[in-house]
């Protein structure tokens, strides 16, 4: 017994040398600095947004929230209808793009041939890197003449009249931009991230446990429905809200194909606008109380971000749980 | 010693104003091809070069009001009261016009006429058809189709816009109560493109639409562009005469620094929808010879800079209004009081 012990002994603690002491402080100083520089930066945007915006809050109040008036004449500003574009165009982005985004992972791990996955893999990570305002102009002048012409006309004659339908996709002029387009084009912007991060978590996840399950008989649909999803809930919900981040924060993309109107409109087809393209638009020739709402609108993107992630936060917790 | 000092420091910092002499101004975006067309040409002849950054007009107000550039830009003229709060003054360069582009299947640029009314009745939303009684009274034989109008609108905030509504206030009461003139308005109906090319794609691509974009772009986009009643009842053809004609009637001592609007202008071939683009200097500018050396470049301008004008479908001010600008520049003066120009 005590020939084990000896066997197993552990040797003294070593003995710290010097030198090392020195470049461990200078070395967690200076991520501490990193990491505060971070907090600065973030209390600084923060702090001026606020102190920018405040003339409009101050002079509309919670109207400003409320409002759908904006109106450069006489100085009237309301954030409603940016606010409702920009949550609808990154809902419609994550109904499009999210289903797309787990598709193409679950392809890529689980059932592609080799030589394909290759390929496929490089093209969406390709597409990440393609800057925003090529989507944009993409979007402007090949995807909206199409959407136009192959689904708006014939939608709209199709939905004209009935009830619900007829007002939610009927287009009164036809033009190819609006809020479903601008949510299409988001959901294009985000698939590359959403497919990226779910294919690496996919991957991640041990291959005993995958075997396993194939091993007791399960089909492919019961591995990836009771196996993996469950393993990597978490870090999809995860890339799911960076690609909404993502999609609630685009601006000149959706600036080209969303149509700019400052305007509420029951259908989708409609032109709108949201809060980034707003402040896109109208920023270089904004003067006095004008500039300081477009500020504000700026807080006001900020808070729903934030209020999204603290979701987001949320829900990933719940799921652990379980 | 410490005085031999400052001296050569005095002396080196004179011959770095002298001979680093770059022009810095900032503005509007509209005249942006023909500053740097001109200061190509200038620089060939002088060594000075020009430094624009086409930011917009509210940015060039902005600096220029921070006095980090020698002059701002401007497409929207500033109100008296304004230049005389910032002691800034206001003179105009060049001239464009802004004309309607239409696509209607059928219908060749210059065949439809429209008036300024019912331009703003269209864009309130009011006439919504092509077909409308008030369009075919105008357009007597023209084929006209039984089809919704969509408007298209610039989005971003433009000197083009503030023209457009500018007009539409002029000859529309219910525009200017409704809506007003401004670089961005609340547009009740119709879509916005950013930018001219935003909404020229949109006229190109949007059967039975309407638009409204400079001249020189719709001409080198070949845009269909529509005629517009001016206020003698004509429909003069778009281009460099109508828009001389609309400046030359024109009172350019009506409003301080030159700040008149050429919309609606009195005049048999005067087109209706024209203005001036404009630049804004500190009077007693902190650094007069930067100053200086932008009022040289503008008058090398006037003198030199007509035809370069012309070739990009801008218009040259007439004779005297330089004129008058020169005369105007007599308020610039240095720290001591003494004019620059």
């Not at chain 1, 109208?282 to 807080?299: D, K, M, P, T, V």
Request: overall charge neutral; aromatic content about 10%.
């Amino acid at each position: 017994m005590s020939a084990v012990t000896d066997q197993f002994a552990v040797p003294s603690a070593p003995v710290r040398k010097t030198p090392m002491g020195t470049f461990d402080l200078v070395f967690r100083n200076a991520s501490l600095l990193a990491a505060l520089f971070v907090l600065v930066l973030l209390a600084g945007i923060m702090v001026s947004m606020v102190v920018g915006g405040w003339p409009a809050f101050r002079e509309f109040g919670l109207g400003f929230i409320t409002s759908s008036v904006w109106d450069t004449q006489n100085e009237q500003y309301g954030a409603w209808p940016a606010i409702v574009g920009t949550l609808s165009t990154a809902l419609i982005a994550l109904v499009v793009g999210v289903p797309l985004s787990l598709g193409i992972a679950v392809f890529l791990t689980q059932l592609a041939p080799p030589w394909f996955k290759q390929p496929v893999s490089t093209a969406i990570e390709l597409l990440a890197a393609v800057p925003s305002i090529i989507y944009g102009m993409w979007g402007l002048f090949v995807f909206a003449p199409l959407f136009a012409a192959y689904v708006q006309i014939p939608l709209s004659s199709l939905v004209e009249g009935m009830p619900i339908v007829g007002t939610i996709l009927y287009s009164r002029s036809p033009s190819g931009l609006g809020i479903l387009s601008a949510g299409i084009i988001l959901a294009f912007m985000i698939i590359p991230f959403i497919a990226s991060i779910t294919r690496d978590m996919l991957d991640q996840i041990p291959s005993v446990l995958r075997e396993s399950a194939y091993g007791i008989g399960a089909t492919t649909w019961e591995v990836v429905r009771h196996v993996l999803v469950p393993q990597a809930g978490v870090s999809i919900i995860g890339a799911i809200m960076l690609g909404l981040g993502r999609a609630l924060g685009e601006t000149m993309a959706v600036t080209f194909v969303v149509g700019n109107a400052n305007r509420l409109s029951a259908s989708v087809m409609d032109p709108g606008s949201t809060i980034a393209s707003r402040i896109a638009n109208e920023f270089n020739e904004a003067l006095g109380l004008q500039l300081n709402a477009l500020i504000a609108l700026g807080c006001i993107l900020f808070f729903v971000t934030f209020v999204v992630l603290v979701i987001a936060r949320l829900l990933v917790a719940r799921v652990k749980r379980y | 010693m410490r005085k031999l000092l400052i001296l050569t420091a005095a002396a080196i910092g004179l011959t770095g104003a002298a001979q680093a002499a770059d022009i810095t101004g900032a503005g509007a975006t509209f005249p942006f091809p023909i500053y740097s067309k001109w200061a190509e040409a200038y620089k060939k002849e002088s060594g000075v070069g020009l430094n624009y950054q086409s930011i917009g007009s509210g940015g060039g107000i902005r600096q220029i009001k921070a006095k980090t550039v020698a002059f701002g830009a401007t497409d929207a003229p500033l109100k008296g009261d304004d230049l005389t709060k910032d002691g800034l003054i206001q003179f105009p360069t060049v001239m464009g016009g802004v004309v309607p582009a239409i696509n209607i299947a059928g219908v060749e640029p210059g065949q439809l006429k429209l008036s300024g009314e019912l331009i703003a009745e269209i864009y309130l939303g009011n006439v919504k058809k092509w077909n409308d009684p008030k369009i075919v009274a105008l357009n007597g034989d023209l084929k006209l189709p039984d089809a919704n109008i969509n408007p298209v609108y610039r989005s971003d905030g433009s000197g083009t816009t503030f023209v457009f509504t500018d007009y539409l206030s002029k000859v529309s009461a219910d525009w200017k109560s409704k809506i007003g003139t401004n670089t961005a308005v609340q547009w009740p109906v119709g879509i916005g493109g950013k930018g001219n090319e935003g909404v020229s794609a949109s006229v190109k691509q949007v059967a039975n639409s309407i638009g409204y974009v400079e001249y020189a772009y719709a001409k080198q986009n070949k845009l269909a562009h529509a005629l517009v009643k001016n206020a003698d009842g004509n429909f003069p053809a778009p281009d460099d005469k109508s828009f001389q004609a609309a400046a030359a009637n024109a009172n350019w001592n009506e409003a301080p620094g030159f700040g008149i609007s050429l919309n609606n202008q009195k005049g048999a071939q005067a087109w209706p929808i024209t203005s001036a683009t404009f630049l804004l200097v500190h009077a007693k500018p902190e650094k007069p010879e930067e100053v200086q050396a932008a009022l040289k470049f503008v008058d090398w301008a006037y003198k030199s800079g007509d035809q370069l004008a012309l070739d990009l479908d801008y218009v040259p001010l007439p004779a005297n209004v330089k004129d008058q600008v020169r005369n105007a520049w007599k308020g610039v003066t240095d720290p001591a009081g003494k004019p620059i120009f």
